[in-house]
């Protein structure tokens, strides 16, 4: 899931990349590049929040369990 979330991010931010070149030196009235890279953008935000909140979660379960080995 983690990993899926990851490419996910990487290939919006590259897409949107893409997008604000081709916007800058070809005119593309055909399409609205500017909402379509905003949504590119919203999804970079959404699917790096969710990564990070799984890869927190997976931290703290890991410092719980060394914390409780520790207390042993």
């Known amino acids: 899931m983690k990993k899926t979330l990851k490419i996910i991010s990487i ?3 590259i897409i949107f ?3 604000w070149i081709l916007g800058k030196f070809i005119n593309i009235d055909a399409f609205n590049t500017t ?3 905003n949504i590119f953008v919203i999804i970079y935000l ?13 931290k703290d379960a890991i410092i719980k369990e060394l914390k409780e080995k520790l207390g042993k």
């Open 11 to 13: 290939i919006s931010l």
């Open 46 to 58: 959404l699917a790096s929040l969710k990564y990070y909140q799984l890869d927190s979660r997976e």
């Open 35 to 37: 909402e379509i890279g």
């Open 17 to 19: 990349a893409i997008l």
